[in-house]
C-alpha cells in the first residue's frame, strides 16, 4: 500500500470521554462496549484520500489518566494534528480542555490542527451546549465537531476536516514535494512538520515517530 | 489449567531420583540446575522427591472421596489442628493482639469451630468439591500436593520452602493459602494464623467504616471518580467484573488503597491488579462445577465475600508497597525497567532490537503497559495467575521486579519471529500492542518463565541511577 502523506493525529482529552471508541469507530468502524481503559498510547491507522492524494492518518490513541502525562506528553511532539475530546454530558471534561489545548501549545508543534469534539451526542443527558463549545473552539482557533462513536455521527468529518486541513497548510506552502514512497522500503521517509518553512525534513532530523515508508 | 498446571513445570532433573528436596538455602543452586530438566518424565519427578506414588495416591483418593460426601461443608480440621487453632490454647501474649480485641478474636474462633468457614487456616486439602470434579490427579501431581501440604500444615511454615514449591506453580486448592502465606497475610505460625487473619480482616473493614466516607469529600472526589469510571472497565468481557457487588468491593479496595498511599494514590492498571487477588481467594468459595467468570456473587454469603475483599485488599497492598515508584509522579519505576528492557534486549538479541530501531519503535510505546499493568493486558488472567505464582516465590519486592523485568524480555523474544516479519512502523505497533496470547496457559506460561529464569542467570541489568 502506498501513500503520499504521513499525518501524526494525537487524541487526547479525559479518562472516560471515549477516545478509544472514537479511534475505534474511525479506524476499524467498531463501537466495543467491552473496551478496557488506555494504558500509556495504542495506536491505529487509516489512510484516506484528500483531493487525489493517499494520506495516512497515524492515530495515537492517548490515556487519559493525569498520572501518564509526563510520560506520554513525548508522544504530542511531531504530531501535526490533534482530536481532542470531551463527553458532551460531562461539563467537567468540558472544562478540561483548556488544560489539555496548553498541554497540546506546550508539547506539539505550534501550528498543530486541532479539532474539538463532542462525543456521546447519542445520550439524552447532555450538559454542554453546542453553542458553548462552538465558542470555546472558535476563541482557540480549532475547529469543532460534535460525534457519536456508538452510531458513528461525525467520527469521519471530524478526522477529515483535521487532514483536510493539514494538507492544506503543507500544500499551500508548496514545500510537500508530492513523493509516493512503498511501504516497507525502509529509509524514504518523510515526515509534515506545520513549522518549519521546509515541511519535508530530512529524515534524520525526523522523531521517530514520524517516519514514513 | 489445573491440569495442565502439573505436568509441564520445572522438574528435577540430575537430582532425580538420586536425591531429596533440596535445601531452601540451596535455592538458587538448584533452579540453575533444574532449568533445563524440561521433559523429565511425571514418575521421576515423584521420585525425585522420594515419595512413594501409591501412597500418595491412596491418600489423596481418601481426602477426596471425603470431601466428595459432603461438598458443602469445608474438610475437617486434623484434631490437632483444631485444638492449635484455638485461642484457648494459646499464651495470650503470643497472639500479640490487644485483649479487647483477643476477646473478640476469642468468640470468632469459638465461633469458627461450631460454624463451618472456609479451610484456609489449618487444613488446606481441596477446600470444595469444585475441585473434585477435575480429572484424576497424577502421581506427580499427587506428589506436588503432599509438598505444599506438609509445607503449609507445619507448626512454622518455612517460607523459604514454599516459595520455592510456588516456583513451578502452586496446585489451584492450595494457592489461595499459599499467596497468603508469601504475602504476609497468614503467619507461618500456623497456632497464630485464625487469630491473626481475623484481626487483619476486621482491621480492614474498620478501615472501610472510618475513611470510605471520604470519597464524597471534595479532596479525594476525583480519586473515587477515577476509580468508578475505570472498574466498569476491568475486564469487561468477564461477567463476573460487571455484577455491582464486585464493582463495589474493588472500589472499595481501591479508594482505601489510595488514600493511605498520597504519594501514588490510585493510578489506572491498579484496577487490573486486583483481579489475580479475586480469581485466587473466591475460587474457595465456588461450588462445584462454577466458573469464576460467571459466578453470580449473590450466591455467595455475605461473609465469605467480606474475607475475600479484605484478603485482597491486604494482598493487594503488599503487592503495591513494592512497586510504587511505578505510581508517582513521573512513574520512574516504570522509565527505569523500560530503559533495562531496551538494554538487555539490545544485548541478548541485536537483530530484533535493531528491527525495532530501524522501524523507530520506541520500547515505551509498547512495554508502558506491561511494567504499568504487569502483563496484564497481555495475558489471560489465569496465565498471570500462575505467572505470579512464581513472581511470588522470590524472596522480595525487588528480586519480583527482577524476575517480571526478565519476563517482559523473554515474552518480546519470544515474538522475535512474527516481529521480524513486519517491515514497517504500523505493522509492527500493531503487532506488539495486540500480541495472540488468547489461548495461553500453563505451558506457555512455563515456557517464558524458564526463558526469563535463564537470561536472568546469564545477564545483569544496566544499573541506572
New interface residues.
Given amino acids: 500500500m502506498s501513500y503520499d502523506y504521513l499525518f501524526k493525529i494525537v487524541l487526547v482529552g479525559d479518562c472516560g470521554v471515549g477516545k478509544t471508541q472514537i479511534r475505534n469507530r474511525y479506524t476499524l468502524d467498531e463501537f466495543n462496549p467491552q473496551s478496557k481503559s488506555t494504558i500509556g498510547v495504542e495506536f491505529a491507522f487509516k489512510t484516506v484520500n484528500i483531493d487525489g492524494n493517499e494520506v495516512k492518518g497515524q492515530i495515537w490513541d492517548t490515556s487519559g489518566e493525569e498520572r501518564y502525562r509526563a510520560i506520554t506528553s513525548a508522544y504530542y511532539r511531531g504530531s501535526v494534528g490533534a482530536v481532542l475530546v470531551y463527553d458532551v454530558t460531562k461539563p467537567k471534561t468540558f472544562e478540561a480542555l483548556e488544560n489539555w489545548a496548553s498541554q497540546l501549545r506546550q508539547y506539539a508543534d505550534e501550528n498543530i490542527v486541532v479539532c474539538v469534539v463532542g462525543n456521546k451526542i447519542d445520550l439524552p443527558t447532555r450538559e454542554v451546549s453546542t453553542a458553548e463549545a462552538e465558542r470555546f473552539a472558535r476563541g482557540n482557533g480549532f475547529f469543532y465537531m460534535e460525534t457519536s462513536a456508538l452510531d458513528g455521527t461525525g467520527v469521519e468529518s471530524a478526522f477529515r476536516q483535521v487532514m483536510k486541513k493539514i494538507f492544506e497548510i503543507v500544500d499551500s506552502r508548496q514545500q510537500a514535494r508530492k513523493k509516493t514512497v512503498r511501504a516497507g522500503s525502509i529509509g524514504k521517509t518523510r515526515s509534515i512538520k506545520l513549522t518549519d518553512a521546509d515541511d519535508v525534513a530530512e529524515p534524520s532530523k525526523f522523531s521517530s515517530c514520524c517516519k514514513q515508508m | 489449567m489445573a491440569d495442565l498446571f502439573w505436568r509441564s513445570t520445572k522438574k528435577p532433573g540430575k537430582s532425580a531420583g538420586s536425591q531429596p528436596a533440596p535445601e531452601s538455602s540451596k535455592f538458587k543452586k538448584y533452579q540453575n540446575e533444574t532449568a533445563d530438566a524440561w521433559d523429565a518424565a511425571d514418575d521421576e519427578l515423584v521420585k525425585g522427591f522420594g515419595v512413594d506414588p501409591d501412597a500418595s495416591r491412596s491418600a489423596a483418593l481418601a481426602v477426596l472421596a471425603r470431601y466428595s460426601k459432603s461438598p458443602k461443608s469445608p474438610p475437617p480440621a486434623p484434631q490437632e489442628s483444631t485444638s492449635k487453632s484455638s485461642s484457648n490454647n494459646i499464651p495470650k501474649q503470643k497472639l500479640n493482639i490487644p485483649p479487647k480485641e483477643n476477646a473478640a478474636t476469642n468468640s470468632n474462633t469459638e465461633e469458627s469451630k461450631t460454624k463451618p468457614k472456609s479451610p484456609i487456616i489449618v487444613s488446606p486439602g481441596p477446600p470444595n468439591k469444585s475441585f473434585t470434579g477435575l480429572p484424576p490427579l497424577t502421581d506427580a501431581q499427587i506428589a506436588r500436593s503432599e509438598k505444599f501440604s506438609s509445607a503449609i500444615n507445619r507448626d512454622l511454615t518455612d517460607l523459604a520452602d514454599l516459595r520455592e514449591l510456588a516456583w513451578r506453580g502452586c496446585p489451584p486448592c492450595y494457592r489461595p493459602i499459599c499467596w497468603r502465606l508469601i504475602t504476609g497475610l497468614l503467619p507461618t505460625a500456623r497456632e497464630r494464623r485464625l487469630a491473626t487473619l481475623e484481626k487483619k480482616r476486621n482491621e480492614y473493614w474498620k478501615l472501610v467504616d472510618r475513611y470510605f466516607k471520604l470519597s464524597k469529600e471534595p479532596s479525594h472526589k476525583d480519586t473515587y471518580h477515577?476509580i468508578t469510571?475505570?472498574i466498569p472497565?476491568?475486564?469487561?468481557?468477564v461477567p463476573l467484573f460487571q455484577q455491582k457487588l464486585i464493582q463495589e468491593l474493588m472500589e472499595r479496595i481501591l479508594f482505601i488503597w489510595a488514600i493511605r498511599h498520597p504519594a501514588?494514590?490510585y493510578?489506572?492498571?491498579m484496577?487490573d491488579l486486583v483481579t489475580p487477588f479475586l480469581h485466587v481467594f473466591l475460587s474457595e468459595h465456588l461450588r462445584a462445577g462454577e466458573k469464576f467468570e460467571t459466578t453470580n456473587m449473590d450466591l455467595i454469603p455475605q461473609e465469605a465475600l467480606r474475607e475475600v475483599e479484605a484478603d485482597c485488599f491486604w494482598c493487594l497492598g503488599w503487592l503495591l508497597d513494592g512497586i510504587q515508584d511505578n505510581?508517582t509522579?513521573?512513574?520512574p519505576g516504570?522509565?527505569r525497567q523500560v530503559s533495562q528492557l531496551e538494554d538487555l534486549i539490545e544485548r541478548i538479541q541485536p537483530d530484533l532490537f535493531q528491527h525495532l530501531q530501524?522501524?523507530?519503535?520506541?520500547f515505551?510505546?509498547f512495554a508502558?503497559?506491561w511494567f504499568?499493568?504487569l502483563l496484564m493486558?497481555e495475558l489471560p488472567l489465569s496465565a498471570i495467575v500462575r505467572l505470579w505464582d512464581s513472581y511470588f516465590s522470590e524472596a522480595g519486592a525487588d528480586e519480583r521486579s527482577s524476575l517480571h523485568l526478565f519476563v517482559c524480555a523473554a515474552f518480546l523474544i519470544h515474538w522475535k519471529r512474527l516481529l521480524l516479519d513486519q517491515?514497517?512502523?504500523?505493522g509492527l505497533?500493531?503487532t506488539v500492542?495486540g500480541l495472540p496470547t488468547n489461548g495461553w496457559g500453563e505451558s506457555e506460561i512455563s515456557e517464558i518463565l524458564a526463558k526469563a529464569f535463564m537470561l536472568r542467570s546469564t545477564y545483569t541489568l544496566k544499573q541506572l541511577s
Wanted: glycine share 6%; aromatic share 10%; with cysteine.
Fill in positions: 477515577q469510571i475505570d472497565r476491568t475486564n469487561p468481557s501514588s494514590g493510578v489506572q492498571g484496577n505510581y509522579f513521573a512513574q516504570i522509565q530501524e522501524n523507530s519503535v520506541q515505551l510505546q508502558f503497559r504499568n499493568n493486558r517491515c514497517d512502523f504500523q505497533m500493531m500492542q
